[in-house]
Protein backbone atom coordinates (compact mmCIF):
# COMPACT_ATOMS: atom_id res chain seq x y z
CA UNK A 1 0.00 0.00 0.00
CA UNK A 2 1.08 4.19 -0.14
CA UNK A 3 3.07 5.02 2.29
CA UNK A 4 3.93 8.98 2.91
CA UNK A 5 6.73 10.28 4.95
CA UNK A 6 6.55 13.79 6.06
CA UNK A 7 9.72 16.29 7.17
CA UNK A 8 10.15 17.69 9.46
CA UNK A 9 8.38 16.86 12.48
CA UNK A 10 8.35 20.01 13.58
CA UNK A 11 9.24 23.41 12.57
CA UNK A 12 9.79 27.30 14.10
CA UNK A 13 9.78 29.88 12.05
CA UNK A 14 9.57 33.62 12.59
CA UNK A 15 6.59 35.89 11.80
CA UNK A 16 7.20 36.79 8.14
CA UNK A 17 9.53 34.09 7.43
CA UNK A 18 8.52 31.30 5.01
CA UNK A 19 7.85 27.67 6.25
CA UNK A 20 8.60 24.61 3.95
CA UNK A 21 7.27 21.19 4.73
CA UNK A 22 8.25 17.87 2.38
CA UNK A 23 6.50 14.85 2.04
CA UNK A 24 7.18 11.78 -0.30
CA UNK A 25 5.03 9.27 -1.25
CA UNK A 26 5.92 5.40 -2.38
CA UNK A 27 3.02 4.66 -4.86
CA UNK A 28 3.31 5.85 -8.29
CA UNK A 29 -0.13 5.25 -8.88
CA UNK A 30 -1.18 8.10 -6.20
CA UNK A 31 -2.39 11.33 -8.58
CA UNK A 32 -3.95 13.64 -5.58
CA UNK A 33 -2.32 15.44 -2.90
CA UNK A 34 -4.06 17.44 -0.21
CA UNK A 35 -2.80 19.58 2.30
CA UNK A 36 -4.56 19.63 5.63
CA UNK A 37 -4.36 22.13 8.60
CA UNK A 38 -5.31 20.29 11.82
CA UNK A 39 -5.79 23.02 15.07
CA UNK A 40 -5.87 22.01 18.73
CA UNK A 41 -8.90 19.80 19.40
CA UNK A 42 -10.52 20.45 16.25
CA UNK A 43 -10.61 17.89 13.07
CA UNK A 44 -8.03 18.19 9.95
CA UNK A 45 -8.95 20.94 7.75
CA UNK A 46 -8.16 20.80 3.65
CA UNK A 47 -6.14 23.87 3.06
CA UNK A 48 -4.74 23.18 -0.46
CA UNK A 49 -4.34 20.10 -2.67
CA UNK A 50 -2.82 19.18 -6.29
CA UNK A 51 -3.26 16.70 -9.02
CA UNK A 52 -0.75 14.84 -10.72
CA UNK A 53 -1.18 16.45 -13.82
CA UNK A 54 -0.33 20.09 -12.04
CA UNK A 55 3.38 20.58 -11.16
CA UNK A 56 2.61 23.67 -8.90
CA UNK A 57 -0.43 25.54 -7.67
CA UNK A 58 -0.86 28.05 -5.26
CA UNK A 59 -3.04 29.91 -3.15
CA UNK A 60 -2.52 33.47 -1.93
CA UNK A 61 0.50 32.39 0.91
CA UNK A 62 0.07 29.17 0.23
CA UNK A 63 1.98 27.12 -2.72
CA UNK A 64 2.55 23.27 -3.08
CA UNK A 65 4.76 21.73 -5.67
CA UNK A 66 4.69 18.36 -7.01
CA UNK A 67 7.78 16.26 -8.38
CA UNK A 68 6.44 12.96 -9.64
CA UNK A 69 9.37 11.40 -11.09
CA UNK A 70 11.14 11.86 -7.46
CA UNK A 71 7.94 10.97 -6.23
CA UNK A 72 8.01 14.43 -3.72
CA UNK A 73 5.35 17.40 -3.32
CA UNK A 74 6.34 20.61 -0.55
CA UNK A 75 4.03 22.92 0.96
CA UNK A 76 5.26 26.33 0.68
CA UNK A 77 3.89 28.83 3.62
CA UNK A 78 4.77 33.05 3.19
CA UNK A 79 4.62 35.65 5.12
CA UNK A 80 3.88 33.30 7.91
CA UNK A 81 1.49 34.58 10.61
CA UNK A 82 0.65 33.36 14.19
CA UNK A 83 -1.92 32.15 12.92
CA UNK A 84 -0.24 29.52 10.59
CA UNK A 85 0.62 27.76 13.93
CA UNK A 86 -1.03 24.53 14.00
CA UNK A 87 -0.03 20.57 12.47
CA UNK A 88 0.08 20.35 8.84
CA UNK A 89 -0.62 16.83 7.11
CA UNK A 90 0.55 15.65 3.74
CA UNK A 91 -1.63 12.84 2.22
CA UNK A 92 -1.78 11.07 -1.02
CA UNK A 93 -4.39 8.74 -2.55
CA UNK A 94 -5.59 7.55 -5.66
CA UNK A 95 -8.12 9.21 -7.59
CA UNK A 96 -10.26 8.29 -9.70
CA UNK A 97 -10.60 5.00 -7.18
CA UNK A 98 -12.18 4.49 -3.75
CA UNK A 99 -13.08 7.97 -3.45
CA UNK A 100 -11.18 9.52 -0.99
CA UNK A 101 -9.10 7.12 1.02
CA UNK A 102 -6.08 8.95 1.75
CA UNK A 103 -2.65 7.94 3.39
CA UNK A 104 -1.70 10.96 5.40
CA UNK A 105 2.09 11.62 7.14
CA UNK A 106 2.37 11.68 10.34
CA UNK A 107 2.31 15.54 10.61
CA UNK A 108 4.42 18.63 10.93
CA UNK A 109 4.08 21.11 14.01
CA UNK A 110 4.33 24.55 12.85
CA UNK A 111 5.30 27.19 15.19
CA UNK A 112 4.86 30.87 14.15
CA UNK A 113 7.22 33.11 17.19
CA UNK A 114 6.57 36.97 17.36
CA UNK B 1 -24.02 24.22 11.92
CA UNK B 2 -23.54 22.48 8.77
CA UNK B 3 -20.63 20.88 8.99
CA UNK B 4 -19.93 16.89 10.28
CA UNK B 5 -20.96 16.90 13.86
CA UNK B 6 -19.69 13.72 16.54
CA UNK B 7 -21.02 12.74 19.34
CA UNK B 8 -19.69 12.44 21.97
CA UNK B 9 -16.38 14.43 22.07
CA UNK B 10 -14.96 12.54 24.84
CA UNK B 11 -15.51 8.96 26.26
CA UNK B 12 -13.68 7.09 28.86
CA UNK B 13 -14.34 4.06 29.62
CA UNK B 14 -12.93 1.15 31.33
CA UNK B 15 -11.18 -1.97 29.41
CA UNK B 16 -13.38 -4.45 27.92
CA UNK B 17 -16.46 -2.63 28.05
CA UNK B 18 -18.63 -1.36 24.85
CA UNK B 19 -18.35 2.18 23.40
CA UNK B 20 -20.13 3.36 20.34
CA UNK B 21 -19.24 6.77 18.45
CA UNK B 22 -22.12 8.51 16.17
CA UNK B 23 -21.24 10.61 12.89
CA UNK B 24 -23.54 13.02 11.42
CA UNK B 25 -21.88 14.04 7.66
CA UNK B 26 -22.62 17.40 5.79
CA UNK B 27 -26.33 16.68 4.83
CA UNK B 28 -26.27 16.18 1.24
CA UNK B 29 -22.56 14.67 1.07
CA UNK B 30 -23.20 10.98 0.20
CA UNK B 31 -20.05 9.70 1.19
CA UNK B 32 -18.70 9.06 4.80
CA UNK B 33 -15.74 7.73 6.12
CA UNK B 34 -13.88 7.12 9.54
CA UNK B 35 -10.18 7.58 10.20
CA UNK B 36 -8.39 6.85 13.62
CA UNK B 37 -5.42 9.17 14.82
CA UNK B 38 -3.12 8.07 17.65
CA UNK B 39 -1.05 10.90 19.38
CA UNK B 40 1.47 12.16 17.05
CA UNK B 41 0.51 10.52 13.71
CA UNK B 42 -2.12 11.25 10.90
CA UNK B 43 -5.09 9.93 10.57
CA UNK B 44 -5.37 6.30 9.64
CA UNK B 45 -7.93 5.16 6.83
CA UNK B 46 -10.77 2.89 9.21
CA UNK B 47 -13.48 2.33 6.90
CA UNK B 48 -15.82 4.40 4.35
CA UNK B 49 -19.68 4.12 3.29
CA UNK B 50 -21.06 5.39 0.10
CA UNK B 51 -24.94 5.71 0.87
CA UNK B 52 -25.83 2.87 3.39
CA UNK B 53 -23.51 0.61 1.75
CA UNK B 54 -19.73 -0.10 3.41
CA UNK B 55 -17.55 -0.40 0.27
CA UNK B 56 -14.10 -0.54 1.76
CA UNK B 57 -12.47 -1.94 5.43
CA UNK B 58 -9.20 -1.34 6.77
CA UNK B 59 -7.29 -4.30 7.96
CA UNK B 60 -6.64 -1.69 11.21
CA UNK B 61 -10.76 -2.63 11.73
CA UNK B 62 -10.60 -5.49 13.17
CA UNK B 63 -13.61 -8.21 14.22
CA UNK B 64 -14.37 -5.72 17.79
CA UNK B 65 -15.20 -3.00 15.06
CA UNK B 66 -18.18 -2.08 13.45
CA UNK B 67 -19.62 0.52 11.75
CA UNK B 68 -23.01 1.13 10.42
CA UNK B 69 -24.51 3.87 8.34
CA UNK B 70 -28.06 2.29 8.39
CA UNK B 71 -30.17 5.25 6.16
CA UNK B 72 -26.92 6.40 4.12
CA UNK B 73 -27.70 9.72 6.66
CA UNK B 74 -25.62 9.13 10.25
CA UNK B 75 -23.82 6.57 10.91
CA UNK B 76 -22.23 4.97 14.00
CA UNK B 77 -19.09 2.76 15.05
CA UNK B 78 -19.07 0.54 17.44
CA UNK B 79 -15.62 -0.93 19.28
CA UNK B 80 -16.57 -4.14 21.50
CA UNK B 81 -14.15 -5.64 24.43
CA UNK B 82 -12.31 -2.50 24.10
CA UNK B 83 -8.24 -2.35 24.92
CA UNK B 84 -6.00 0.12 25.77
CA UNK B 85 -4.94 0.34 22.11
CA UNK B 86 -8.05 1.59 21.10
CA UNK B 87 -7.07 5.31 23.10
CA UNK B 88 -7.21 7.25 20.33
CA UNK B 89 -9.09 10.12 18.52
CA UNK B 90 -11.92 8.80 16.24
CA UNK B 91 -12.25 11.02 13.21
CA UNK B 92 -15.57 10.94 10.75
CA UNK B 93 -14.92 12.57 7.10
CA UNK B 94 -17.84 12.90 4.42
CA UNK B 95 -17.26 14.64 0.93
CA UNK B 96 -19.57 14.67 -2.08
CA UNK B 97 -19.63 12.45 -5.19
CA UNK B 98 -21.04 14.76 -8.29
CA UNK B 99 -23.40 13.18 -10.28
CA UNK B 100 -21.03 12.75 -13.42
CA UNK B 101 -19.75 9.41 -12.42
CA UNK B 102 -17.20 7.40 -10.32
CA UNK B 103 -14.45 10.03 -11.45
CA UNK B 104 -16.41 13.25 -10.28
CA UNK B 105 -15.73 14.00 -6.88
CA UNK B 106 -15.07 17.10 -5.49
CA UNK B 107 -12.05 15.57 -3.89
CA UNK B 108 -12.31 17.56 -0.40
CA UNK B 109 -12.99 15.53 3.10
CA UNK B 110 -14.64 17.38 5.74
CA UNK B 111 -13.80 16.11 8.88
CA UNK B 112 -15.71 16.44 11.90
CA UNK B 113 -13.72 17.35 15.07
CA UNK B 114 -13.51 14.30 16.51
CA UNK B 115 -14.93 11.60 19.26
CA UNK B 116 -11.32 10.91 21.89
CA UNK B 117 -11.62 7.83 23.56
CA UNK B 118 -9.51 6.82 26.49
CA UNK B 119 -9.78 3.20 27.81
CA UNK B 120 -8.11 2.98 31.37
Known amino acids: GENVEQHPSTLSVQEGDSAVIKCTYSDSASNYFPWYKQELGKGPQLIID?????GEKKDQRIAVTLNKTAKHFSLHITETQPEDSAVYFC?????????????FGTGTRLQVTL | DTGVSQDPRHKITKRGQNVTFRCDPI?????LYWYRQTLGQGPEFLTYFQNEAQLEKSRLLSDRFSAERPKGSFSTLEIQRTEQGDSAMYLC??????????????????FGEGSRLTVL
Open chain 1, 50 to 54: IRSNV
Open chain 2, 27 to 31: SEHNR
Open chain 1, 91 to 103: AASIRPGTASKLT
Open chain 2, 93 to 110: ASSSRLAGGPGSDTGELF
